[in-house]
């Protein structure tokens, strides 16, 4: 595939970590292979763990030029200098949160498999439309976002799309070709050694 045609990266935190130790591997991860935006995915609601952690990664992260988005947590994007946010809830608040961050603040919206959620939060000024999971999964309803959306997509919607959860090498393989990023998190988190996951997981694409 020709670099100007090769999907570019997003790099998932795993939902818990620690501070200190993540930042030497996610350095790693980014030092290795070319990232173009980390998306902080914490499950935690604690303020002070959520803000120890972003802390980190953001430094991590700007140090090498990586943009950094967190899901749905508005005020802490601004309080922690972080470039914008993740919207997990399709449409509904991607009006709200490019009002509140500011045209330049990146604002992504995952949108499941729907076409019609992505769509609409395109007009309402999303930066860029993720959709997932493409590969097998038992979790939620086991739905995935189809092959034929995204290629749909590509060849109508300007606004870029994301294709993530699950995702395998023979995935990366077919959906190349049809998105614009691949968004890449437990994948290679739980590997001993994540930069050598995301590389095997990210051959296809040459």
Avoid at 185 to 191: F, L, Q
Wanted: aromatic share 6%.
């Amino acid at each position: 595939m020709a670099a100007d045609d090769r999907p570019q990266i997003t790099l998932i935190t795993p939902p818990t970590f620690d501070p200190e130790t993540f930042s030497d591997r996610l350095g790693q991860v980014l030092d290795g292979v070319e990232i173009a935006c980390l998306r902080l995915s914490l499950g935690t609601r604690d303020e002070d763990v959520l803000m120890r952690a972003a802390d980190a990664a953001r430094e991590a992260a700007h140090a090498r030029d990586v943009a950094v988005v967190i899901d749905n947590h508005l005020i802490l994007a601004e309080r922690l200098g972080l470039d914008g946010v993740h919207l997990t809830d399709g449409a509904r608040n991607v009006r709200k949160a490019r009002k509140d961050l500011g045209a330049d603040a990146i604002v992504g919206a995952f949108c499941g498999a729907s076409k019609h959620d992505g769509m609409t939060a395109g007009e309402a000024g999303a930066d860029y439309c993720s959709f997932g999971p493409i590969g097998e999964t038992r979790l939620g309803d086991g739905s995935r976002a189809p092959f034929e959306l995204f290629e749909w997509w590509s060849e109508v919607i300007e606004v870029p799309i994301v294709a993530e959860g699950a995702l395998t090498a023979e995935l990366v393989a077919r959906f190349g070709p049809v998105t614009d990023f691949f968004a890449v998190g437990e994948e290679i988190w739980g590997s001993d050694d994540p930069l050598a996951a995301l590389k095997t997981l990210l051959a296809p694409l040459g």
